[in-house]
């Protein structure tokens, strides 16, 4: 559907708007009195979220170029059905839905809440990337928080592996003058270096390009706060069903094509992750969810 065809179907003007984004895909605004989000049906992609009240949440890289079909660094990608690279060299990193078009399954609002959910389901084109019938199911939705779920039912007769996880991209004023809450006394893989780091106390300060995949303990939700001293904001993130935590910065020294030199001082990606880097195996008919909540306080 086109966004014409998507707002006569599911807008609602002042909630739910949709419009043309880049390169023709459609893109959605998802809105009330708590604040915004825009997200890309390109990859379920959240772009932009702003409370009442704050500046933006979100980074995405200025040259503004998420709509091409390729890996975008910025907004919060999703990661399905791999997080990273290890699980098989079959797909590319992080997997292929973030570069798959979402369709929209459905939508809701109440005075407290305003909620989209998206859909992924295998097809052809799929099945020729990974052969494994699957239902995926996104819920983004803005109350007093920008509120994420995603669903991963098999559909298919057979079981399958996977791995997932929310991407998010947090804007900074400046990177080495933020810290990350919630990570101490932690074991983690040091991806920078191919070693298990050594576990710190307390905050992580970010002046330098982490690469770190945290071990969580079993426990039914995590939280992290990401503390911003230059815009005096910090960023309050509660997840449930990974048993992950990646942080990670590019820095300076690594040229990634949606960026500018200094791109890399202006965000820090936390991200809930699940079952790195072995999968989790889904038999026939079961699901799994995954959910991040963000919120933003002074």
């Known amino acids: 559907m086109n966004e014409n065809q998507l707002n006569a179907r599911f807008g609602t003007p002042g909630r739910i708007v949709f419009k043309r984004g880049l390169a023709g895909y459609p893109e959605v605004i998802i809105a009330n009195k708590?604040?915004?989000?825009?997200?890309?049906?390109?990859?379920?992609?959240?772009?932009?979220?702003?409370?009442?009240?704050?500046?933006?949440?979100?980074f995405t890289p200025r040259k503004q170029d998420h709509n091409r079909a390729d890996s975008f660094h910025g907004g919060i990608p999703l990661c399905w059905p791999m997080f990273g690279n290890r699980l098989t060299k079959d797909l590319p990193?992080?997997?292929?839905?973030?570069?798959?078009?979402?369709?929209?399954?459905?939508?809701?609002?109440?005075?407290?809440?305003?909620?989209?959910?998206?859909?992924?389901?295998?097809?052809?084109?799929?099945?020729?990337?990974?052969?494994?019938?699957?239902?995926?199911?996104?819920?983004i939705s803005v109350s007093m928080k920008l509120n994420l779920k995603v669903t991963t039912l098999n559909t298919g007769d057979k079981p399958f592996t996977f791995s997932c996880g929310f991407h998010p991209y947090f804007l900074l004023r400046e990177r080495n003058d933020s810290v990350v809450r919630g990570l101490g006394g932690m074991e983690f893989f040091d991806g920078m270096k191919g070693v298990e780091g050594k576990p710190i106390e307390g905050d992580l300060k970010i002046d330098f390009s982490p690469d770190n995949i945290y071990n969580l303990p079993d426990v039914a939700k995590h939280e992290f706060v990401v503390v911003d001293s230059g815009l005096k904001r910090a960023i309050a993130i509660v997840s449930s069903g990974n048993d992950r935590a990646v942080v990670w910065n590019p820095g300076a020294e690594n040229k990634l094509p949606d960026l500018e030199d200094d791109d890399w001082r202006r965000f820090i990606c936390v991200e809930p992750v699940s079952d790195w880097p072995g999968g989790r195996t889904l038999k026939p008919d079961e699901s799994y969810s995954l959910t991040a909540a963000i919120q933003a306080t002074i």
């Open 34 to 58: 708590y604040g915004a989000a825009k997200i890309a049906l390109l990859g379920a992609n959240v772009l932009s979220y702003r409370p009442t009240g704050h500046s933006e949440v979100i």
């Open 93 to 139: 990193q992080h997997g292929f839905a973030r570069k798959m078009v979402f369709g929209v399954r459905g939508v809701e609002y109440s005075e407290e809440m305003t909620e989209i959910t998206l859909f992924l389901s295998s097809d052809d084109e799929t099945l020729k990337l990974w052969p494994h019938e699957f239902d995926l199911e996104v819920k």
